[in-house]
T-cell receptor, first 112, second 115 residues
């Protein structure tokens, strides 16, 4: 089956630093999404990418859909303590419903 | 506007018992998805349902697991004769249609612990 490799697995950074995480796949996806999950909660959608090469921003977040459609990255600028959580990339083929394939997650810890 | 509602939030069962997890999708959503998350891992797709129909159950274990989304009432994920390996967080998500916008709204999950 399809697999998404997400890296790094965890990051421990100082408040104010920029963060970058990425996701790669052995197969093509038609949509890439980035979710954030807080402890004890469900994932919340941060950014959705629909076209190869697309670069999209949402506040301090920026994400790009790779040209090959096999990768994506997420950047967070000027991190703050509430950025703490687990970030998941997810790919969607879109050929039958909205099933998503999730990466293993990047655990972000921010030191005030 | 109520989001996706899941209950119970926490469920403890002994080996061999049955677990029933419920999911009420967002208002106006007719597509429901169940995902399982093991500790320290990402979410794994289990099943996709529309009202009264199972569309894709390729992620469901062949035995002991079943799902339904009746015409009336919530979607139910049922696990019979639970084993310790079933301990996980089970998330339900809904979408308004089966389109390609990727917009799945997740509930807060049901955490199953099997003793």
């Amino acid at each position: 089956g399809q697999q998404l490799n997400q890296s790094p697995q965890s990051m421990f950074i100082q408040e104010g630093e920029d963060v970058s995480m990425n996701c790669t796949s052995s197969s093509i996806f038609n949509t890439w999404l980035w979710y954030k999950q807080d402890p004890g909660e469900g994932p919340v959608l941060l950014i959705a990418l629909y076209k190869a090469g697309e670069l999209t921003s949402n506040g301090r977040l920026t994400a790009q859909f790779g040209i090959t459609r096999k990768d994506s990255f997420l950047n967070i600028s000027a991190s703050i303590p509430s950025d703490v959580g687990i970030y998941f990339c997810a790919g969607q083929l879109g050929n039958a419903g909205n099933m998503l394939t999730f990466g293993g997650g990047t655990r972000l810890m921010v030191k005030p | 506007n109520a989001g996706v509602m899941q209950n119970p939030r926490h469920l403890v069962r002994r080996r061999g018992q049955e677990a029933r997890l419920r999911c009420s999708p967002m208002k106006g959503h007719s597509h429901v998805y169940w995902y399982r998350q093991l500790p320290e891992e990402g979410l794994k797709f289990m099943v996709y349902l529309q009202k009264e129909n199972i569309i894709d159950e390729s992620g469901m274990p062949k035995e002991r697991f079943s799902a339904e989304f009746p015409k009336e009432g919530p979607s139910i994920l049922r696990i019979q004769q639970v084993v310790r390996g079933d301990s996980a967080a089970y998330f339900c998500a809904s979408s308004p249609g089966g389109g390609l916008d990727g917009e799945l709204f997740f509930g807060e999950g049901s955490r199953l612990t099997v003793l």
